[in-house]
């Protein structure tokens, strides 16, 4: 059952309302995060989950962790060994890449001291992985993302089970996205689809502030399917998640070949197919395609652009923001609310410890309406987005309510963007009783048109006159980069 609010407690949680930003002093960088947007950017190739088996050989040199040991200045992708040789020795040639290999054999872990944990790193690449992650290593992967780091997943056609140990890339990512111990409720908004699609050539979106779409490394327009996959997208899961390459005849949330979403304070990359990122050399004995040189595709341009953004090196995230440099950093102040009524502008009683309503870290929440009467509560924090930098705002969200309404909004909780003068810019969401639903769920927005100004992230929550709905926040972050 359902409980009421007393003297300012209220008893279910809220659905995501947009989230607050700091007083524009504190800017605090985030404890674990991996330093992106550092230079050289620090990617790790995964080779230890078969990548290499049967006609696969999805690694940049044989050297292994270091592709230096082959050649330390490569010029040519024949100077490395693999069918991803061209894409680690286009990153080398730049200047700005420190690139190391997962040895086979290895474990994927983070926080822990050994050179290739993922703590040294800005960017995970998993190039079509062939054997389930365990369940240490997802945590692993999904605390690395929340922490800052980029992940790029790349899949292949379902039924692509290279070494027949009756798992393919399909359902590896899929299990790492849903059977993970920090959060499996559809993290990065999308699934990857059980298809084979045999051929096609995937087209861009328009959207020229993309940063992976036109990037450093050139302008994309077109990919490529060779017997690949595609994602349906679910926004209403993660809001970030967007679709940039569509299979001929989707667009929306179906049929998306590339599409990005960040999870916490990291940036999350997927890729359908592992043909384009094959050049068509490798280890003797595979049979290999050269799809990162298709002259009807421009797959290269797609696979460096999207490393660049997935490292921080870019200044647009998700499609937005500003050029320049930016220093990464976390600008919420008592961005879990542990501090109490501290840095934040809220209704009495909104940032609480009460026990009829549990944090999801921690022990305080803001926690938003839930009386089951008129009222309105407020909770807001004024932010300076610093300019060059791409912004951001990520909140756990959890609503409870009474109604036993399925098409009404009796109760509202707006999330908004605010001037200086109070006027508002935007109105980021609007959460009702009907998004109700168990646990916190996270919840992305890009403020990065917002750079260079100092705006207010304000949440607005109005209940009516009877049967309470409570809208709880909690672990909020603004991430810049």
Request: proline share 3%; with cysteine; hydrophobic share 35%.
């Amino acid at each position: 059952m359902l409980g009421f609010r007393k003297s300012r407690h209220r008893l279910t949680t809220a659905t995501a309302v947009f989230g607050l930003l700091v007083a524009g002093a504190a800017v605090q960088a985030s404890a674990a995060a991996p330093a992106a947007a550092a230079t050289p950017h620090r990617v790790l190739f995964d080779n230890a989950h078969a990548e290499t088996a049967g006609n696969a050989d999805w690694i940049i040199s044989t050297s292994q962790p270091d592709p230096l040991g082959q050649d330390s200045s490569p010029s040519s992708e024949t100077d490395w060994t693999g069918a991803l040789s061209s894409w680690g020795v286009a990153l080398q040639k730049t200047g700005d890449y420190s690139l190391k290999t997962l040895p086979s054999g290895s474990s994927l872990a983070y926080g822990g001291s050994t050179a290739t944990d993922l703590s040294n790193f800005d960017t995970l690449v998993l190039p079509e992985p062939n054997t389930l992650f365990t369940t240490a290593e997802k945590t692993a992967i999904m605390t690395f993302v929340k922490n800052g780091g980029g992940l790029f997943m790349i899949s292949d056609h379902t039924g692509a089970d290279r070494n027949n140990d009756g798992y393919d890339a399909v359902e590896i990512l899929n299990d790492l996205m849903t059977n993970n111990s920090v959060d499996s409720t559809d993290p990065f908004g999308f699934s990857i689809d059980t298809l084979s699609i045999s051929s096609d050539y995937p087209s861009a979106i328009s959207d020229s502030s993309n940063a992976v779409l036109h990037g450093s490394f050139g302008t994309v327009t077109k990919s490529l399917i060779a017997s690949g996959t595609t994602a349906t997208l679910k926004p209403a899961d993660n809001s970030a998640v967007k679709g940039l390459l569509y299979r001929t005849g989707y667009s929306g949330n179906t049929g998306a070949f590339f599409a990005t979403s960040t999870f916490g304070s990291g940036r999350v990359a997927f890729w359908g197919d592992s043909s384009p990122i094959d050049d068509g050399t490798g280890q003797s004995g595979n049979t290999l395609y050269d799809g990162w040189n298709d002259t009807g595709a421009t797959n290269a341009a797609l696979a460096l652009n999207a490393t660049e953004w997935l490292a921080g090196g870019s200044s647009s995230g998700g499609g937005g923001g500003g050029g320049g440099t930016c220093t990464a950093a976390q600008l919420l102040a008592n961005p879990g609310f542990e501090s109490g009524n501290t840095s934040w502008t809220a209704t009495s009683g909104v940032i609480t410890n009460s026990s009829s309503e549990a944090a999801r870290t921690g022990s305080y929440k803001a926690w938003l309406n839930g009386y089951g009467s008129a009222n309105t509560d407020t909770l807001s924090q004024s932010v300076t987005i610093p300019s060059g930098c791409a912004a951001t705002l990520n909140f756990y969200l959890h609503v409870d309510t009474a109604e036993t309404t399925t098409s009404t909004a009796y109760d509202t909780l707006k999330a908004q963007v605010l001037n200086s003068s109070g006027t508002v810019l935007s109105t980021l969401a609007t959460y009702s009783n009907l998004n109700a639903a168990s646990g916190y769920t996270l919840r992305s927005f890009d403020l990065s048109g917002y750079a260079g100004q100092t705006v207010t992230v304000k949440f607005t929550g109005t209940e009516g006159s009877t049967l309470q709905t409570s809208f709880v926040l909690d672990d909020t972050a603004l991430n810049v980069s």
